[in-house]
């Protein structure tokens, strides 16, 4: 089945624990993008990237690092999480040519 | 630079009565446009698609939208609403040029469906 797999579905933390939220895909897609939900904003991208090595700042990169090393994975990195970064994650891929396909969801709560 | 603007934040309609989910775009392109789904607890699922072929695309679960250039508009609509429809909708364009790989969402439209 084609899907987007997120890792940890829930999450909760302290300030300053680094983290990693694992996303991986099956499409053998070149385009993988992280997004965060907050109520009233709708989703805001955070890094994208474009194939294997080459990634970019979304709209809102600051406290986060993203890296890929393989084409099916994309994880994305908060070295030292704060309160604000509390939000809902999504990972998505895409062929680049069309529509996105979004993993289930991370929920991470920093305390 | 691309942008997209949901008119409202909150929608309320009762069941089998139509829906209608405005959404207003900006590009200096033809742009690609997006209707995504969110029911509570759950990801984002694709309703619909616009990339420049015909102007009225043909969703799932009954969903339709027109794209109007003249009007830069990409609404939502469905004929007769039901229960579960109740969701979050996001519009959405992608960017062009070197934001190609930029899809910038709407900041989403709540659905209610009254029985």
């Known amino acids: 089945e084609a899907q987007v797999t997120q890792n940890p579905r829930y999450l909760i933390t302290v300030t300053g624990k680094k983290l990693t939220v694992t996303c991986s895909q099956n499409?053998?897609?070149?385009?993988m993008s992280w997004y965060r939900q907050d109520p009233g904003l709708g989703l805001r991208q955070i890094y994208y990237?474009?194939?294997?090595?080459?990634?970019d700042k979304g709209d809102v990169p600051e406290g986060y690092k993203v890296s890929r090393k393989e084409k099916r994975n994309f994880p994305l990195i908060l070295e030292s999480p704060s309160p604000n970064q509390t939000s809902l994650y999504f990972c998505?891929?895409?062929?680049?040519?069309?529509?996105?396909?979004f993993g289930p969801g991370t929920r991470l709560t920093v305390l | 630079a691309q942008s997209v603007t949901q008119l409202d934040s909150h929608v309320s309609v009762s069941e089998g009565t139509p829906v209608l989910l405005r959404c207003n775009y900006s590009?200096?392109?033809?742009?690609?446009l997006f209707w995504y789904v969110q029911h509570p607890n759950k990801g984002l699922q694709l309703l619909l698609k616009?990339?420049?072929?015909?102007?009225l695309v043909k969703g799932i679960n009954g969903f339709e939208a027109e794209f109007k250039k003249s009007e830069t508009s990409f609404h939502l609509t469905k004929p007769s609403a039901h229960m579960s429809d109740a969701a979050e909708y996001f519009c959405?364009?992608?960017?062009?040029?070197?934001?190609?790989?930029?899809?910038?969402f709407g900041t989403g439209t709540r659905l209610k469906v009254l029985a």
């Open positions: 998505a891929s895409s062929s680049g040519r069309y529509e996105q396909f």
């Open positions: 499409m053998n897609h070149e385009y």
């Open positions: 990237s474009m194939n294997v090595e080459v990634t």
């Open positions: 590009s200096s392109y033809s742009p690609s």
């Open positions: 616009y990339t420049s072929a015909a102007t």
């Open positions: 959405v364009v992608r960017g062009q040029g070197s934001g190609t790989y930029k899809y910038i």
